[in-house]
């Protein structure tokens, strides 16, 4: 999703870049299923719908389940709309990877810092569930959907100040991201949250803010 849009939530223009990441979702996810459906194999296109992405995305490599619930990509961090194709089509698997996110995960908190409802955990992984809208069974940071989804009605738009302030959640040039990604997943992971705060990482921008910048104005 578009980094800039992203630096205004919550606000309506923000939906904007969740919009075009599932628009471009579908049009990936029909494509791909209908190739696979031409190889002769069934192929069943899917969102958010039939099963939950984001442990599918880390079963396949994609990236780290972070403490806001979210899947956090190398190089895209928490900014992503995640699409699944269920096929019968014999295929090489990829592994989970890591790269540091649990533990920059243990020593941050600025995503349930910054939640205005609080729906987010602040503690350790665990089993425990907020309600029925919370998968059982698994230990991992849990976010209270419900809070959360309550909070995106009383705003009249979604929200994503989560994907906002997550250092992960930053557009830097190709190398110097590279470069901040391996110092947040070393041991310089102290200085790297201490670096983003400082440089103020994460503040909102308003809204004519990015209409000044998208249109040269
Ligand atoms: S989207 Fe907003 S309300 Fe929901 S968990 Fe993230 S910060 Fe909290
Ligand atoms: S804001 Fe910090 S604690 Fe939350 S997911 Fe991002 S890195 Fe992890």
């Known amino acids: 999703m578009d980094h ?15 919009g075009v990441g599932y628009s471009a979702d579908v049009v990936t996810l029909l ?7 031409n190889l002769g194999y069934r192929a069943y296109a899917s969102m958010n719908d039939t099963a939950s992405s984001i442990p599918y995305a880390v079963k396949a490599g ?8 979210l899947l956090i990509a190398p190089g895209f961090g928490p900014r992503l709309r995640i699409g699944k194709v ?10 989970p990877i890591r790269f540091g996110v649990e533990e920059f995960c243990q020593i941050c908190r600025r995503c349930s810092d910054a939640c205005p409802p609080t729906a987010i955990a602040t503690g350790e992984p665990s089993d425990e569930v907020h309600n029925r ?50 110092f947040m997943g070393s041991f310089l992971r102290r200085p790297m949250l201490w670096l983003d705060v400082l440089l103020g990482g ?16």
């Open 4 to 18: 800039d849009v992203l630096r205004t939530v919550p606000s309506a223009l923000s939906g904007t870049a969740t």
């Open 31 to 37: 494509s791909l299923a209908q190739y696979v459906r």
């Open 202 to 217: 994460g503040e909102r921008k308003a809204p004519s803010w990015w209409w000044r910048r998208a249109t040269g104005s």
């Open 86 to 95: 269920f096929t019968d089509l014999p295929l090489a698997h990829d592994r």
């Open 62 to 69: 994609l990236g780290e389940y972070g403490r806001h619930g």
């Open 133 to 182: 809208s919370n998968v059982r069974g698994v230990r991992k940071w849990t976010t209270d959907a419900e809070k959360c989804f309550s909070f995106w009605v009383s705003q009249v738009t979604d929200c994503s100040i989560c994907i906002r302030v997550c250092p992960y959640n930053r557009d830097y040039p190709g190398w110097l991201n590279r470069l901040r990604y391996r």
